[in-house]
Nanobody
């Protein structure tokens, strides 16, 4: 069974940084697309960034140049380094695994709050 566990959320001031981590278990991690999504209050869940097994990454326009996604296939982890955080980045961040079959798995989420 696939399990995704996020960590690293918290409260940070505008302009600050946080690093989110997601630990995956139960599958062969390296062949999947891994990603981070977020959902702000009253809004739909949106893609923040994803990364393929070979390392190619995609980012939402709103985070380009500020966020960096990375993965360590040996450790079954995917990370999201978030710099220059803005109040509009406040959301629950979810780790996602997209299997080759098209099935999605989700973590329970970690809250990021950007506020002074």
């Amino acid at each position: 069974q696939v399990q995704l566990v996020e960590s690293g959320g918290g409260l940070v001031q505008p302009g600050g940084s946080l690093r989110l981590s997601c630990s995956a278990s139960g599958r062969i991690f390296s062949i999947y697309v891994m990603g981070w999504y977020r959902q702000a209050p009253g809004k739909q869940r949106e893609l923040v960034a994803n990364i393929r097994s070979g390392g190619s990454a995609n980012y939402a326009d709103s985070v380009k140049g500020r966020f960096t996604i990375s993965r360590d296939n040996a450790k079954n982890t995917v990370n999201l380094q978030m710099n220059n955080l803005k109040p509009e980045d406040t959301a629950v961040y979810y780790c996602n695994e997209l299997q080759p079959s098209g099935v999605n798995y989700w973590g329970k989420g970690t809250l990021v709050t950007v506020s002074s």
